[in-house]
Structure formats: C-alpha cells, structure tokens
C-alpha cells in the first residue's frame, strides 16, 4: 500500500527532534504543521516573516496580515515572533534552521534538486527555495513519486534547471523513504508492502 | 497635526513626481502588507517603462498586477512567479524582461543597499542558472557574488506611522517594506493609522523614520486574503 500524503507527513515527523526548527515549503508540506503533536515542541519556521506557526487558525481569529509563504491564513503559539525578510533569511541563510521540507520536481543520485521551472513551459520562481536547501541544517524532500505522465522524480541526472547543487538530505515519496548517497538511491524505509522490485521499476540506482 | 515636511495629503500629492523609467521598489508579500493606495494611485498615472522590484509583482489578479497589465513595467526583479498567471504569461512570452532572484538573495541585495555594502557572496544559487555569468569564490563552499539593489522611490505601507515617519508593523505585513525603505532615495510610506509624534513608544519603532521621506494616511483598504483556511 502506498503512504497516503498524510503518512508521508507523519513519517516526516518521527524524522524531526523535539524542540527543533522547521521551514515548510509550499504544497504538500504545508500539511505538516497541522499534524505535529505539540509535545515534539516544534517552532515553525515560515520565510514571509514567522517563527512559531501553529497550524490553521479559529474562524474568528483570522487576519489577513498573518500568513504562511503560501499565503494562507495562519494561526501562531506561544513563543512566536514576528521580523522583516532579511532576518528570515538570515536565520535560514546563517544556518539557524534544523529543517526544511519542501516539494520536488525533480532529485538525482547525486543529491540535486529541481522544483522552480519548466524550461519554456512553467515558471514557478524559486522563492526561497534556493536559500532553504544551502542554509538549512537537513534538507527532506516531500514529493509523489511519479509525475503525471507516470515517469519517476527520482532520476540518475535532474534534466530540469536546478535549485540547488548536492543538498538533499533524504526524500520521502508515497513508496518509501529515500537517501541520495554515493550515487546511488539508499532504501530507508518502504511504505507496507511495497517491493524492490516495484522500485527497480524507475530505472534509478536503488541500494538497501 | 503638527506641521510636518513629510506629511502628504493623499497617494496622488505623495507620487505628484514620479516619471517614466524610474526603478520602484514595492513592499509586501503576496498581498500582504501591499501600498494599496500607492498602487491604484500608479495604476492612474501616465508613465510607463518602469523597473519594478518586488517579492511577487502582485498576485492573484490584484496589487502590482494592476500596473503589470497595463504593460507600465519594462522591467521586473522578483523571487516568485506561482500564483501570478498575468506574469508567468509575459515572462514566458518574453513581453517584459524578469529577473528571478533567490528570495533571501532578494531580501539581502535589497538590505545591503540600504546598509551600504556594495556586493557580498553567498551560496545560494551555486550551480544553478542563477550563478550564471556571476564571479565565484570558495569560502568554505563555493559562493556567488551578489550587488546591492538600489531603488529610485519606493512605496510601502505600515499599520502605524508618526510624522516623522516612524513605523510600526503588523503580524507578516512588514516583510521586505523596512529593507526598502533604507535602499530607495525617497520613500513613500501609506499607514492605516497616522499618528503624532511621540504616539508610537520609541521601543516599539520597527523602522525609524530617518529612513522614511513621505508619509500619508491611507483610506479604503481592502486587505485581501489570498488563501483563507481556517480550522
């Protein structure tokens, strides 16, 4: 059985030490925030200028100047702070962040990524990315492991212009979770039931 | 009101001299924080050929998106494009010239101007498209130079403000607006609420207003939320 998007965030949880900091991208890994038991003692990190996000806010809570990145409503804990973009940045750029989580397009053996563009078709822009996997501490990748037309995200060689060179850490799919080391994808751990030989599938250097 | 030489009656007499080609800068995120006044006040204005620099040039089919589609920007630095179909469209169109930046590139580039440091090298970006053409030295890691961002005008706006132009932000609205108003020659900051001087408790100034040339009470705020969940 694949891992719902649910259990793919849970499994990036039981990744996360108490009492760290967290950067969520945009997407998929939004949905972490709503799912971390507060006794792990998580300070979300969100780039626009927040540390300390707490998940969705109370309907009559609401305020439309305080967002996510992704420009969601917000609610926040206990603890948090407000500050301008270049002390974000700072805190993620100096190093002060244990991990981000962001979405893929594309990660190869070789610990590239690739999320920003489609040459020619799609632009998303980088937004913080590129500053989130050279600063942060560890780097997981939360993404399907396939694209739409069926061919896998994990790849030997990113063929889309890169986010950034050597960073990803681990990268965690509906199939399992992955390490690029040594060239190679290294079996962390699969979702039940699923074989290696559903893996050997993708053409990719998969190593137990 | 004090007599003060910053003070300015509405967007229209605070913008009276803006001109054709100038480089503005644009405050906010997303929506966030956005000079709605100074916007509309653009978007009303005759002058084109503008290099704006902003996180989003608008989004949604609102804020600087106004002046986008009024092909007003010839030129646009910004770190993100999703959720702007009106940019994606230009930029892959090649209607107006775009520079991506990495955002805590943008963010930096735009504070070192305001700090005076001319350039600085950074990591980010190395051994993507970004470091293209760019000077690389290795520290500890590879880096790539980055230069300062510097800005004819730019235009924010903040929840309080004196007369002197001290400002107090709210929640995520102060994002990129502080680091702006330092990189620009002249400022021009909107507030929901204008107060006397003295009003805002010194220990409370996000920006002192030194940094800030021109200041007016805004009206008719529509504060939109881009992407409203709730529990």
Known sequence: MFWSTEEMADEIIN?????????????????????????????????????????????DKVSPTLINAGKETIAIKAGSSFFDSSLSFGMIRGGHIDYCVLGGMEVDVSRNLANWMVPGKKVTGMGGAMDLVNGTKKVIIMMNHFAKDGSPKLVNKCSLPLTGCNVVDLVVTELGIFQPINEKFKIIKLANDITIKELKMNMVNFEK | MKQSPKVFKDAQTALADLKSGITLMSGGFGLCGIAENCIDAISAMNISDLTVISNNIGNSGRGLVKILVQDKIKKAYCSYVGGNP???????????????????????RIRAAGMGIRAFYTPTGFGTLIAEGKDIKIFDRPC???????????????????????????????NFSPLMAMAAKITIVEVEELVEVGEIDPNDVHLPGIFVQRIFQGKNYKNDIEFLVTK
């Not at chain 1, 967290?22 to 949905?31: A, Y």
């Not at chain 2, 004819?152 to 403000?161: F, L, M, Q, S």
């Open chain 1, 15 to 59: 990744l996360f030490k108490p009492n760290s900091s967290v950067n969520l991208g945009i997407g998929m890994p939004t949905l972490i925030a709503e799912r971390i038991p507060e006794s792990l003692n998580i300070m979300i990190h969100s780039e626009n200028g927040v540390l300390g996000v707490s998940g969705r806010p109370e309907k």
């Open chain 2, 86 to 108: 009106d940019l994606e469209e230009r930029l892959l169109n090649k209607k107006i010239d775009v520079e991506l930046v990495p955002q805590g590139t943008f963010s930096e």
């Open chain 2, 144 to 174: 790539i130079l980055e230069t300062a961002l510097y800005a004819d005008y730019a235009i924010i706006k903040a929840e309080r403000g004196d007369s002197f132009g001290n400002l107090w932000f709210k929640e995520t609205a102060r």
